[in-house]
């Protein structure tokens, strides 16, 4: 039996998998372990009918790696204390009590967040939540709009995602979509995004013009998209 790793685009993420050939299998066999996917393949089945087979069955295969990376990952505990991701740099939720409403204020790397005295975790993990999402939306928006203008390219709409296993989306009227989660992510890996969608808006595929375009606003974008590769699966811890 040959075992070979071999990477593969699936949706906007690249995946790494154990490819199987043996004399014996007739048809394709998919699995997910904590190693990652492996395919079972009969051995002279062509490549290119086999990546066409991934490829239909993306959605399930992308969407079972996030839930294994989700399982090896430790849950977040929301009180005082407790480490999140922003911007690429750790925070420290502070939890205050006593305020008659609740509000957050990011400062020197602490996140306060003034709570009324009878609330439990998940009224603290619903307000939290709700400030990621608008830290990212005024993010995003900043971020859109200068590479749009140095992409030359129109936006109709910016709107968060809340998708398992997209980072972002673009549509052929220029509607642009982005994972709210990426607002856990270093600046740079943010931007890549970013381009990503953005260069859509004039190569709707992923041709080698495609990757031209991501490349002329963003010359790093192959380490940009490993380091999301990398550290994608904890962005999705929450």
């Given amino acids: 039996m040959d ?4 990477r593969l685009i699936l949706g906007n993420e690249e995946i790494s998998y154990l490819l ?38 993306s959605a399930w295969i992308l969407a079972r790696l996030d839930a294994m990376r989700i399982r090896a990952t430790p ?22 009590h006593g305020g008659a409403r609740s509000k957050l204020l990011l400062a020197e790397g602490v996140l306060r967040v003034f709570m009324p005295e009878k609330c439990g975790p998940d009224a603290l993990a619903s307000r939290v939540l ?42 052929s009227t220029g509607a642009i979509r982005l994972n709210w989660r990426l607002i856990k992510a270093p600046p740079p890996v943010i931007d890549y995004v970013v381009v990503h969608e953005l260069a859509h808006r004039i190569e709707m595929n992923h041709s080698p013009a495609f990757w031209r375009t991501v490349e002329q606003a963003c010359p790093d974008f192959s380490e940009l998209r490993g ?9 999705h811890q929450f």
């Avoid at 005082?80 to 939720?93: K, M, R, V, Y």
């Fill in 130 to 171: 709700q400030w990621y999402r608008r830290e990212a939306l005024a993010f995003f928006q900043h971020r859109v709009s200068a590479y749009a203008r140095q992409l030359d390219v129109e936006v109709s709409r910016l709107s968060l995602s809340n998708a398992r296993t997209r980072w972002g989306s673009c549509t």
């Fill in 3 to 6: 075992r070979l790793r071999h």
């Fill in 20 to 57: 199987l050939r043996s004399s014996r299998r007739r048809s394709i066999g998919l699995r997910i372990d904590p190693s990652g996917l492996i395919v079972s393949v009969p051995a002279r089945l062509p490549q290119h009918e086999m990546e066409k087979i991934l490829a239909q069955r």
């Fill in 75 to 96: 849950p977040i505990v929301w009180q005082t204390g407790q480490i999140l991701p922003f911007l690429g740099s750790p925070i420290e939720l502070s939890v205050e």
């Fill in 227 to 235: 380091l999301l590769k990398i550290h994608g699966s904890d962005y």
